[in-house]
């Protein structure tokens, strides 16, 4: 009797955790989750790239609202990137210190981070973890990547493996797309995928809105190119080491398609500067 009550007492008190689980297994059944894996890469041809006319008064780059990064499984497990050492620096401004102040700060980011103080700490499922990258195993694209960054025709500037439960349009959550050298603040890939229903709810779409942008020291007085600033909240932390050159964008390749897609068919978009290439598989959780 008296192990009973104490089975008792142990599922009473946690049944506000149990009621929060079930109506979150309802709500993911009623969800329609699939696997998306993406790769985006270059077609370094100069006679593709001038297939068509850029022209920088004639392209309007823009985010669209509600954008959002990928997640990885290390963001999910750290506290977030804040601690004194991202405080300014307050000591002797000598050289000496400065130097050795910076290697301290250097070490300090390659140490393991401490959850002691990490609030809201949760378990985590990455089968049911949306917009996390997936682990390689779980790619479907392992030999696609390699025959890219083997080809002297493409480069690989991204790839992205993971879970979703997808919406119809006024609810989709487009994911921020970064790939390729990084110049200043900028990418040479930059852009947004949205993953969404068509209207009858039958097919995946993919909206893609990317840019692939060539840099220089010298900027082109003649085509004067504007690249929209990435939303201040997903903007990473600044980097250890500034350039002290300035970059211009010279030209810019814009790929703005939707594409209606079958579950489990590998689709391709076409472009005179860019390639990419998508899965969408649907799962069960």
């Known amino acids: ?11 009473i008190q946690r049944l506000p955790i149990l009621a929060i689980v079930l109506a979150s297994t309802i709500v993911q059944a009623q969800e329609r989750w699939f696997q998306i894996e993406v790769s985006i890469f270059t077609n370094e041809g100069v006679a593709d790239r001038l297939e068509e006319e850029w022209e920088a008064n004639r392209i309007e780059l823009n985010y669209p609202e509600k ?9 999910l497990f750290l506290p977030d990137a804040s601690s004194e050492n991202d405080q300014i620096f307050n000591g002797d401004p000598s050289k000496g210190n400065i130097e050795k102040e910076t290697r ?6 390659t140490r393991p981070k401490s959850r002691a103080n990490r609030r809201n700490f949760k378990l985590i499922d990455l089968a049911r973890e949306p917009y996390t990258q997936l682990p390689e195993i779980e790619s479907d694209f392992q030999q696609t990547n390699q025959a890219l960054q083997r080809s002297p025709d493409h480069r690989l500037l991204f790839h992205g493996n993971w879970r979703q439960a997808v919406t119809q349009q006024s609810d989709a959550i487009p994911i921020l797309i970064e790939g390729g050298l990084a110049y200043d603040n900028q990418y040479e890939l930059q852009g947004s995928l949205t993953i969404r229903f068509n209207q ?16 220089s020291i010298i ?7 504007s690249l929209p600033l990435i939303p201040q909240h997903l903007r990473n932390r600044k980097k250890d080491f500034e350039s002290t050159l300035s970059y211009f964008p010279n030209n810019v390749y814009h790929m703005n398609q939707s594409r209606d897609m079958r579950s489990m068919d590998f689709h391709y978009l076409d472009h005179p500067g860019l390639g990419l290439v998508v899965l969408v598989k ?4």
């Not at 301290?104 to 980011?109: A, D, G, Q």
């Not at 009858?200 to 840099?215: G, P």
Request: glycine share 0%; hydrophobic share 50%; proline share 2%.
């Open 1 to 11: 009797m008296i192990i009973f009550s104490r089975a008792l007492c142990f599922l």
């Open 67 to 75: 954008l959002r990064r990928l997640n990885s499984v290390a963001n």
């Open 104 to 109: 301290n700060r250097m070490l300090e980011r």
């Open 200 to 215: 009858n709810q039958d097919r995946v779409v993919l909206d893609a809105n990317l840019w692939l942008t060539e840099f």
């Open 219 to 225: 900027q082109n007085t003649e085509e004067v190119w």
């Open 282 to 285: 649907p799962i069960n959780l």
